[in-house]
Nanobody, 119 residues
């Protein structure tokens, strides 16, 4: 069982930066593929950034060049550095941990953290 706790959300002006953290307990995060998703009001949850257990990364086109996903295995924590924030980045951001072991799927979510970009 993995528990994920996000932090770092808040209110920021357009053009500003935030760093989200996702701290894991109960398992070794480095064995999981990690991802950040977001969900804006009235919209479906969408993938923002992901990182494989081998540290390959992938980003949604809307955040490429502005967001960076990283992990600190010693702290069992994954981060999302968000720069040049735009009002359309406003959403609840969720951390996800996922892996397959044979036919068994392990999929865990955090509770979400609100990010609001507004002047």
């Amino acid at each position: 069982q993995v528990q994920l706790v996000e932090s770092g959300g808040g209110l920021v002006q357009p053009g500003g930066s935030l760093r989200l953290s996702c701290a894991a307990s109960g398992s070794i995060l480095s064995t999981y593929a990690m991802a950040w998703y977001r969900q804006a009001p009235g919209k479906q949850r969408e993938l923002v950034a992901s990182m494989t257990s081998g540290s390959s990364t992938n980003y949604a086109d809307s955040v490429k060049g502005r967001f960076t996903i990283s992990r600190d295995n010693a702290k069992n924590t994954v981060y999302l550095q968000m720069d040049s924030l735009k009002p359309e980045d406003t959403a609840v951001y969720y951390c996800n941990a996922h892996k397959m072991r044979g036919w068994v799927e392990y999929d865990y979510w955090g509770q979400g953290t609100q990010v609001t970009v507004s002047s």
